[in-house]
Structure formats: structure tokens, C-alpha cells
């Protein structure tokens, strides 16, 4: 059932009694004189898949940036496993297991696909700098499990063949699921996914959505995500959160936001009486 009561949680029966990985109570940022975002309040279960959808410049990736810590909130809190990250920076925030892809692809394009990887592991890399100079065994120990991990990482999108490719060299959709891949090896305990879909074809994005899937079963973690495939968000999603000018306006199961007047018009505008969304 769709609330308009931002406070009350929609969550997967599975996560019921389980504390929720992410929760933001009353969160809001201003810019100088301009309010982006205000009262969004959001609880994600530990393993559920959730979406954060609205208009064109309705203040998703915003939201995004508050919750990896890229920006520090005007007021509100928001908790990772109970935990308040009000002190916390965006590396602070990713050892807590705040992981993300961004809209635009960021990858190092000049390092191969397994570097890539790597990158995202440093967190597990278990050698000193003093180690790492001198090339002692145990660096070598280190960097042998670094590497196998990573291999198997990149086989869940069956990209383990192009490790030692350049990353730039890769097509597009590609290149959007090794980014997400790289955010998986910080080992997140949920994963934020900014329009992952982006530039994918059809099948593409019939295949990340599966993917998506193995990757909550496979690493028991939650998702969010912002996406304007609403074939993929509404075929995935558990509970979707709908915002328009920096509110929340409905929050819900897909079907109940599909036929939410109040979403009707955020998206269609008050002349249309159906939803494409």
C-alpha cells in the first residue's frame, strides 16, 4: 500500500525484524538559499532491492550525494546498520560499506579491467608499505588473493576473459558493469547504483536486471537504485521512494506507485490520466 506518511517503512518480510542497513530520518541539504532536498526520510532492509525514481531534476543523485557522504546534510541524520554517519566522510562512509556507480561512468580508463578491480579491494589488501617495497612474500601472498578475487568478481558479468583489456576499450555496457563490479570489491553492505541502464539496449538491460538480482542473492546486501528504465524498476524493485523537488511524495510496492495519482502527475503532468511509468 502506498503511504504518504514518509516515516512508515516498506520492507521485505524476510527483513522485518532485522536493523535496517540504511535509514535517513528527516534528511535534507540547501544550497545558499536553495532548498535541493528536504524532509526525505527512507528505510532500506538488509537485503532488499529498493528505488529512488522521480523527474528530470527532481534531486535523485542529490539524494545520492548525501548518502555517500560527497555531501554533509543541512540538517536530518541518516544511519548505516544503526549507526549515525553525522561525522563521517565519503571513505568513512565506504568502510561502512556505502558503495556506489555514479551517473556518468568513472572508471581509469588507461589501467585494465582487473586493475579496475583491484582498485576497489584495497580495503582487503593485507600488506604494509614496508612489505609492498621490498616485495616480501607476504606481498606476494596478498597480491595473488587480491587478483583471484578479483577474477572472480568480474565472472559474475562474465568478464573474467577481459581482465587485462584496457578499460576504456570496452563497449559501453561493459564498461557500466565493471564499474559496478569495482563498487562490489569495497565488499558494500548496500550498494547504491546511479541509472545503471543507461545507454543499454533491450537485452542489456534484460540481462542487468538478473544480474542485479544474483548479485543481492549471491552477496546478501541491498540495492538502490536510481533509474529511469521503469520496465527494469518496476520488474525489480520491492519498494520504490518517488520524489519531486527534493520531497518524497509517495513511497510503495511497484504496483502501487504505477497507479499513484500524485506520481501520475509528478511525471505526466495534470492533463494526462494514465501512467507510462
Known amino acids: ?60 543523485t542529490t539524494i545520492f550525494n548525501l548518502l555517500t557522504k560527497v555531501y554533509k546534510p543541512t540538517r536530518g541524520a541518516m544511519f548505516i546498520n544503526g549507526r549515525n554517519t553525522k561525522n563521517m566522510n565519503t571513505i568513512k562512509a565506504n568502510r561502512q560499506g556505502v558503495a556506489r556507480t555514479f551517473q556518468n561512468i568513472r572508471l581509469f580508463k588507461e589501467l585494465t579491467v582487473l586493475d579496475n578491480v583491484l582498485i576497489g579491494l584495497h580495503n582487503e589488501m593485507d600488506y604494509n608499505l614496508f612489505e609492498s617495497v621490498f616485495r616480501l612474500p607476504s606481498y606476494w601472498k596478498a597480491e595473488k588473493i587480491a587478483k583471484e578475487r578479483a577474477i572472480e568478481l568480474l565472472s559474475i558479468f562474465n568478464m573474467q576473459d577481459d581482465a587485462y583489456k584496457k578499460s576504456g576499450s570496452l563497449p559501453y555496457g561493459s564498461q557500466r558493469r565493471l564499474e559496478i563490479v569495482r563498487a562490489l570489491a569495497t565488499n558494500p553492505c548496500i550498494l547504491l547504483l546511479d541509472e545503471p541502464a543507461a545507454g543499454m539496449n ?8 538478473e544480474n542485479i538480482r544474483e548479485i543481492r542473492d549471491l552477496f546478501q546486501i541491498a540495492i538502490l537504485l536510481i533509474e529511469h528504465d521503469m520496465n527494469l524498476v518496476m520488474g525489480i524493485c520491492e519498494g520504490i521512494a518517488v520524489i519531486n523537488y527534493g520531497r518524497l511524495i509517495a513511497k510503495g510496492a511497484p504496483q502501487d506507485i504505477q497507479n499513484d495519482p500524485v506520481v501520475i502527475e509528478a511525471y505526466l503532468g495534470k492533463e494526462r490520466g494514465h501512467a507510462d511509468c
Do not use: Q, W, Y
Open 202 to 209: 533491450h537485452s542489456e538491460t534484460d540481462e542487468l536486471m
Open 1 to 60: 500500500m502506498t503511504t504518504r506518511d514518509p516515516r512508515k517503512a516498506l520492507l521485505p518480510e524476510r527483513d522485518i525484524n532485522k536493523t535496517p542497513v540504511m535509514e535517513c530520518r528527516a534528511l535534507g541539504i540547501d544550497f545558499g538559499g536553495l532548498t535541493a532536498v528536504d524532509d526525505f526520510n527512507i528505510t532500506v532492509a538488509p537485503t532488499e532491492i529498493a528505488g529512488l525514481i522521480g523527474p528530470n531534476g527532481a534531486g535523485k
